[in-house]
């Protein structure tokens, strides 16, 4: 069965520090990868995706991802991380039939 | 251009009550799909439906249900609602295009809380 693991229930980093959020994901077969961003209270915002073609993909605020297949990981990471970025971060999976896996979410806390 | 909108945004149900979820997709799409975020449990799919048919199912008691209309608008149903229901229920929606490669969308949800 496909699964994500998201390796870090919790990441504390400092305003303007960098930061990495860790992601794997295990499937045999091509699969679709997504990061998605949840402020408090508030529904799921899409911040990048992985469907083919570059393994490096940007997406809003900032952040980017790198897909490696060898690995099977999908590491979001950001330069250089501001107070507003405190929210909960979900990998996701998608294999054939439009289902998402979510991984367990990380929760980044951005300290001044 | 309108996002995915979800009502009500909140609500309390008692034990052993029915509840009705309303989901409206981004215009253009023709697919909805339902998630129960509940504390512990992360998020799980629940329903997937397109042009109006059950496409698939995620492992939920079938007291949860669901249909989707003509305007492609949806509605997640939960029977005899039990104490474990209590959740944050998101809706998404995708263009429907019949590939694989579908973006889901997320709608603000809905604070569902069962005493």
């Known amino acids: 069965a496909q699964s994500v693991t998201q390796l870090d229930s919790q990441v504390p980093v400092f305003e303007e520090a960098p930061v990495e959020l860790r992601c794997n994901y295990s499937s045999s077969v091509s699969v679709y990868l997504f990061w998605y961003v949840q402020y408090p209270n508030q529904g799921l915002q899409l911040l990048l995706k992985?469907?083919?073609?570059?393994?490096l993909v940007k997406g809003i605020n900032g952040f980017e991802a790198e897909f490696n297949k060898s690995q099977t990981s999908f590491h979001l990471r950001k330069p250089s991380v501001h107070i507003s970025d405190t929210a909960e971060y979900f990998c996701?999976?998608?294999?054939?039939?439009?289902?998402?896996?979510f991984g367990q979410g990380t929760r980044l806390t951005i300290n001044p | 251009e309108a996002g995915v909108t979800q009502s009500p945004t909140h609500l309390i149900k008692t034990r052993g009550q029915q509840v009705t979820l309303r989901c409206s997709p981004i215009s253009g799409h023709t697919s909805v799909y339902w998630y129960q975020q509940a504390l512990g449990l992360g998020l799980q799919f629940l329903l997937w439906y397109d042009e109006g048919e059950e496409r698939n199912r995620g492992n939920f008691p079938p007291r949860f249900s669901g249909r989707q209309f003509p305007n492609y608008s949806s509605e997640l149903n939960v029977n005899a609602l039990e104490l474990e229901d209590s959740a944050l229920y998101l809706c998404a929606s995708s263009l429907g295009s019949g590939t694989t490669q579908e973006t889901q969308y997320f709608g603000p949800g809905t604070r569902l809380l069962v005493l």
């Open positions: 992985y469907l083919s073609g570059s393994t």
């Open positions: 996701a999976a998608q294999v054939g039939a439009q289902k998402l896996v």
